[in-house]
């Protein structure tokens, strides 16, 4: 299984990003799947998730300016992300749980993001 997030990128303050995970190799796909960020010396957290229905989880206040859609046939989770702020400065990572087995539990490579003032 391989997660491959793409989209990151250097924007100013009140910018929009758009943030793409192409997630292969299960030949039945995945359930949960969700974007955490992490900055220099934090721990990853949690912006968003959405199950394989398209129920969405948002961490406090993310959902006023992101959000997270995914389409299932082409193994993609995408973040939108609007009105961006110095503090959205991170690097993203994409997370998938197998579908068949929920411990199985998989992250891409990060992306960076960088707002700048």
């Known amino acids: 299984v391989q997660l491959q997030a793409s989209g990151g990128g250097l924007v100013q303050v009140g910018g929009s990003l758009r943030l793409s995970c192409l997630a292969s190799?299960?030949?039945?796909?995945?359930?949960?799947m969700a974007w955490y960020r992490q900055t220099p010396g934090n721990q990853r957290e949690l912006v968003a998730s959405?199950?394989?229905?398209?129920?969405?989880n948002y961490a406090d206040n993310m959902d006023e300016r992101f959000f997270i859609s995914r389409e299932n046939a082409k193994g993609t989770v995408n973040l939108e992300m609007n009105n961006l702020k110095p503090e959205d400065t991170a690097v993203y990572y994409c997370?998938?749980?197998?579908?068949?087995?929920?411990?199985?539990?998989?992250w891409g490579q990060g992306t960076q993001v960088t707002v700048s003032s």
């Open positions: 190799g299960s030949v039945y796909g995945f359930g949960t």
């Open positions: 959405i199950s394989r229905g398209g129920s969405t």
């Open positions: 997370y998938a749980v197998s579908v068949l087995n929920d411990r199985h539990k998989y």
